[in-house]
Protein backbone atom coordinates (compact mmCIF):
# COMPACT_ATOMS: atom_id res chain seq x y z
CA UNK A 1 0.00 0.00 0.00
CA UNK A 2 1.49 3.24 -0.83
CA UNK A 3 1.54 6.29 1.60
CA UNK A 4 -2.09 8.30 2.77
CA UNK A 5 -1.53 11.17 0.06
CA UNK A 6 -1.56 8.52 -2.59
CA UNK A 7 -5.72 7.74 -2.08
CA UNK A 8 -6.06 11.71 -2.68
CA UNK A 9 -5.34 14.02 -5.24
CA UNK A 10 -3.51 17.00 -4.58
CA UNK A 11 -6.32 19.45 -5.02
CA UNK A 12 -8.02 16.85 -2.21
CA UNK A 13 -6.00 17.08 0.73
CA UNK A 14 -7.94 20.24 2.51
CA UNK A 15 -11.17 18.32 1.60
CA UNK A 16 -10.01 15.40 3.36
CA UNK A 17 -8.29 17.08 6.19
CA UNK A 18 -11.18 19.06 7.03
CA UNK A 19 -13.41 16.21 6.80
CA UNK A 20 -11.33 14.18 9.38
CA UNK A 21 -10.99 17.55 11.95
CA UNK A 22 -14.87 17.73 11.60
CA UNK A 23 -15.39 14.15 12.42
CA UNK A 24 -13.06 13.99 15.18
CA UNK A 25 -14.46 17.40 16.96
CA UNK A 26 -17.70 15.91 16.43
CA UNK A 27 -16.90 12.80 18.57
CA UNK A 28 -14.66 14.47 21.04
CA UNK A 29 -17.69 16.90 21.40
CA UNK A 30 -20.24 13.85 21.47
CA UNK A 31 -18.18 12.04 24.19
CA UNK A 32 -17.41 14.70 26.38
CA UNK A 33 -13.69 13.99 26.25
CA UNK A 34 -10.64 15.92 27.08
CA UNK A 35 -9.02 17.32 24.31
CA UNK A 36 -5.28 16.11 24.28
CA UNK A 37 -2.86 15.78 21.69
CA UNK A 38 -2.73 11.98 22.41
CA UNK A 39 -6.63 11.65 22.28
CA UNK A 40 -6.47 13.48 19.06
CA UNK A 41 -3.58 11.61 17.59
CA UNK A 42 -5.40 8.44 18.33
CA UNK A 43 -8.77 9.60 16.67
CA UNK A 44 -6.79 10.78 13.64
CA UNK A 45 -5.21 7.44 13.07
CA UNK A 46 -8.42 5.76 13.39
CA UNK A 47 -9.61 8.03 10.75
CA UNK A 48 -6.74 7.26 8.61
CA UNK A 49 -7.32 3.65 9.08
CA UNK A 50 -10.65 4.06 7.99
CA UNK A 51 -9.95 5.97 4.94
CA UNK A 52 -7.18 3.53 3.87
CA UNK A 53 -9.33 1.15 4.00
CA UNK A 54 -12.83 2.62 2.30
CA UNK A 55 -10.38 4.20 -0.49
CA UNK A 56 -7.63 2.54 -1.05
CA UNK A 57 -8.96 -1.41 -0.61
CA UNK A 58 -12.74 -1.17 -1.23
CA UNK A 59 -11.70 1.76 -4.36
CA UNK A 60 -15.04 3.79 -2.68
CA UNK A 61 -15.06 7.54 -3.87
CA UNK A 62 -13.83 10.03 -2.06
CA UNK A 63 -16.92 11.72 -1.12
CA UNK A 64 -18.76 8.51 -0.17
CA UNK A 65 -15.88 7.77 1.85
CA UNK A 66 -15.76 11.43 3.84
CA UNK A 67 -19.88 10.97 4.38
CA UNK A 68 -19.20 7.71 6.01
CA UNK A 69 -16.23 8.85 8.16
CA UNK A 70 -18.39 10.09 11.04
CA UNK A 71 -20.11 6.83 11.59
CA UNK A 72 -17.79 4.87 11.21
CA UNK A 73 -15.08 6.76 13.60
CA UNK A 74 -18.39 6.47 16.33
CA UNK A 75 -18.43 2.56 15.97
CA UNK A 76 -14.81 2.33 15.97
CA UNK A 77 -14.89 4.23 19.20
CA UNK A 78 -17.36 2.51 20.92
CA UNK A 79 -16.49 -1.21 19.62
CA UNK A 80 -19.32 -1.59 17.70
CA UNK A 81 -18.53 -3.79 14.93
CA UNK A 82 -19.62 -2.55 11.44
CA UNK A 83 -18.98 -3.42 7.86
CA UNK A 84 -18.63 -0.99 5.07
CA UNK A 85 -21.64 -0.18 2.98
CA UNK A 86 -22.20 -3.12 0.22
CA UNK A 87 -24.13 -1.20 -2.03
CA UNK A 88 -22.99 -0.70 -5.37
CA UNK A 89 -25.15 2.25 -6.16
CA UNK A 90 -24.66 5.41 -3.83
CA UNK A 91 -25.73 8.87 -3.80
CA UNK A 92 -24.35 11.72 -1.53
CA UNK A 93 -25.91 12.46 1.07
CA UNK A 94 -29.09 10.11 0.73
CA UNK A 95 -28.72 9.26 4.48
CA UNK A 96 -28.11 5.71 4.01
CA UNK A 97 -24.94 4.32 6.15
Given at each position: ???F ?5 Q ?38 R ?48
Open positions: MGTLDLVQEQVSAVAIAIDRAIARSLAEDHARVTGHEIRRRFAICELVRRLRGDLGWGLQRVLDHLPGYLRCELDGVPWEPDARTVWAPGDGAT
